[in-house]
């Protein structure tokens, strides 16, 4: 195969951000040019202050500095970078659909398909198209179909190559990837273009480490990789709930349980629930793609995951409300972390939203404080929810710059994102300052229960009585 020395990637997000950054840094030779559609995105990737990159990411601002300006490029001009590079990535968002058909299911996928119209308009040239964005199964055929649809004498070959980095640890998982996946077609010049990728990651993955299948094999493990992890979450977030009612400890069941190698210990964390991007859109998808082949079992089941989910953050936010007595109109709640996870700014989907509007719909008075979440972004997400008026979401919630100021004077504290420095708080200040009694309700079971007790906190912990 013949060796690739430009790439494009049409998508400058959390995916297309990181994995790129990465490839510039381990492939000094190959220029790598990351477009996008959204300026100030891009502007801020060509930031000079590296702190104003557009995501967080542990070390992704190290490998920014690296390879930016000498084989890593960021521009708004996506016609020429498609035009000089042997291999396109589409890395675009593809949401659930709010709209039509599938609404609320299926996947969207109006983004990718104008990449692929505009990757057909203006190449001049063979082209390795690679699928980075999460797609249902069966998305290459009709993007292939595309490419070909301008009859010109050039060769598309399209292959799938899902990304399975996690948020929070991106570089990492990039640096030290499990596996990369790439599928494609079994043909010789299917073959000769899964080469072409195989290369890139070669130059810092074992080849063990590569694995390559058939498109739709491709495809669909990375929708099933996330049902899997999704599910984890929320069968012990079952059993949670069924702790709690028993005198048995979520924690201790997840040791004991994931001691046993079949299971394995990772991934076993009760708590409010998942978020993300990812989880929930790409569940409801498979299920979407079961129903439409009328896999009614196999929908029934994988939908099971995102209803227990949603019962969990629910839960969570109905025992805050039972706990204080039944009302928490006028009460000042704080709420530690809002980003879905540790160490990254992304909110979408969190927990903390769904809780928070819980809580608002009670009136209470939310005080929010995130180590990485921007104010515009905290109102961003509730607005979104429609659930009441702009204005009543400022005058009930505010958010803060100091963890502290957040708890002063509170009724209770909820920890709805696992941030390590909430570890740290000078928790005897914390509670010299609160509304007696004082309530921790610790969605992600990171404080020290045994500490907050003796401090005089009411605790609530997810699965222990
Ligand atoms: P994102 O929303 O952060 O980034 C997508 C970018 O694509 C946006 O900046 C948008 O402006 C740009 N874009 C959309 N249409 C465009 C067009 N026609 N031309 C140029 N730019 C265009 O999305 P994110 O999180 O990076 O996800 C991308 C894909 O990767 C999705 O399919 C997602 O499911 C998948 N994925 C996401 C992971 C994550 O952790 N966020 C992990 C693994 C996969």
């Given at each position: 195969p013949k060796k690739i020395k430009n790439i494009c990637c049409i998508g400058a997000g959390y995916v297309g951000g990181p994995t790129m950054a990465v490839i510039a840094q381990k492939c000094p030779e190959i220029k790598v040019t990351v477009v996008d559609i959204n300026e100030q995105r891009i502007a801020a990737w060509n930031d000079?202050?590296?702190?104003?990159?557009?995501i967080y990411e542990p070390g992704l601002s190290e490998v920014v500095k690296e390879a930016r300006g000498r084989n890593l490029f960021f521009s708004t001009d996506v016609d020429k970078a498609i035009v000089e590079a042997e291999m396109v990535f589409i890395s675009v968002n593809t949401p659930t659909?709010?709209?039509?058909?599938?609404?609320?299911?299926?996947?969207?996928l109006k983004y990718v398909e104008l990449c692929a119209r505009q990757i057909a308009k203006v190449s001049t040239s063979d082209k390795i198209v690679v699928e980075k964005s999460t797609l249902p199964v069966r998305t290459a055929q009709s993007i292939k179909t595309i490419l070909d649809a301008?009859?010109?004498d050039i060769q598309f070959k399209v292959l799938s190559n899902p990304e399975f980095l996690a948020e929070g640890t991106a570089i990492e998982d990039l640096h030290h990837a499990d596996r990369v996946l790439i599928g494609g077609d079994q043909d010789v010049d299917g073959l000769k273009a899964i080469q072409c990728l195989v290369e890139i990651y070669a130059h810092w993955l074992t080849k063990e480490r590569i694995l390559t299948t058939n498109v739709w094999s491709s495809e669909l493990s990375k929708l099933t990789a996330n049902a899997f992890l999704a599910q984890r979450v929320s069968s012990i977030n079952a059993i949670s709930a069924l702790c709690e009612h028993t005198g048995a400890n979520v924690d201790e069941i997840a040791n004991a349980i994931g001691a046993d190698s079949r299971i394995?210990?990772?991934?076993l964390k009760a708590s409010v629930g998942f978020g993300g991007s990812c989880f929930q859109k790409d569940i409801l998808n498979l299920v979407y793609i079961a129903r439409s082949y009328g896999l009614e079992e196999v929908a029934d089941y994988w939908n099971q995951v995102i209803i227990l989910n949603d019962y969990q953050k629910r839960r969570f936010a109905e025992t805050v409300v039972n706990t204080l007595f039944n009302t928490i109109s006028g009460k000042k709640i704080a709420v530690l972390g809002?980003?879905?996870?540790?160490?990254?700014n992304d909110t979408r989907e969190s927990a903390a939203i769904y809780v928070a509007d819980y809580l608002l719909n009670e009136q209470a008075e939310l005080m929010v404080y995130d180590p990485k979440v921007k104010p515009e972004q905290i109102y961003a997400d509730l607005d979104y929810?429609?659930?009441?008026s702009e204005e009543e979401n400022r005058r009930l919630l505010t958010v803060v710059t100091n963890p502290y100021e957040a708890m002063d004077d509170a009724h209770a504290v909820t920890i709805l994102t696992e941030w390590d420095e909430f570890k740290n708080y000078d928790w005897k200040k914390v509670y010299r300052g609160m509304k007696k009694p004082a309530f921790v309700f610790d969605g992600r079971n990171v404080l020290e229960n045994e500490l907050l007790k003796s401090i005089g906190f009411l605790t609530f912990n997810l699965g222990r009585s």
């Open positions: 000079k202050i590296l702190d104003n990159l557009p659909k709010t709209y039509g058909v599938g609404k609320g299911m299926a996947a969207d301008e009859g010109k394995g210990s990772k991934f809002w980003a879905f996870k540790k160490d990254t929810l429609n659930t009441r």
